[in-house]
């Protein structure tokens, strides 16, 4: 027999019933209707804004402002440090994108990266990135790598 669209249920204990509030003591929730006693949240119409502390200074008045520029069109670059190329990849290896990616050491093939000089690089290595630093070009070029520096836009090596 074929799954229709009204034979579809919710498990059993998924569900459970809208609680009707002031409809008398029986039902749990009579009388104060789950407000508690008097005050401003107990009267109909209550709205206490977000961050509101009774009168006193906000947590949010107290912090200091936010300031500056915000470039919304930064990019931001993932750092690859040299001494984890030196251990993930073998001699005369390419160091690429698409590399990188299997290696895992970016998540996403069109992803800007950055190579930078932490560790140390003690085997030649071909490396393609958009960015390196100068102390990392620095370093490759002495243990007898070859560098290849991408444009932004064609990062992925296409």
Do not use: W
């Not at 009168?55 to 912090?63: C, I, L, N, P, S």
């Not at 931001?76 to 160091?95: K, Q, S």
């Not at 050491?105 to 630093?133: N, Q, W, Y």
């Amino acid at each position: 027999m074929p799954l229709r669209p009204n034979d579809l249920r919710s498990p059993a204990g998924a569900t459970r019933p809208r609680k009707r509030i002031g409809r008398g003591n029986a039902s749990g929730t009579g009388t104060y209707a789950g407000k508690g006693l008097k005050g401003q949240k107990a009267r109909s119409g209550n709205d206490l804004r977000a961050g509101f502390e009774g009168g006193q200074m906000a947590m949010v008045r107290k912090m200091p402002r936010k300031r500056g520029f915000h470039n919304p069109f930064r990019i931001e670059y993932t750092a690859v440090n040299l001494g984890t190329l030196n251990d993930r990849f073998p001699a005369g290896a390419t160091v690429d994108a698409a590399s990188l990616k299997a290696a895992r050491l970016i998540k996403r093939l069109d992803e800007p990266f950055k190579v930078l000089a932490t560790g140390e690089i003690a085997h030649a290595l071909t490396v393609r990135a958009p960015k390196i630093s100068a102390a990392a070009r620095q370093k490759i070029e002495a243990a007898g790598g070859t560098i290849e520096e991408l444009n932004a836009a064609s990062a992925n090596g296409a």
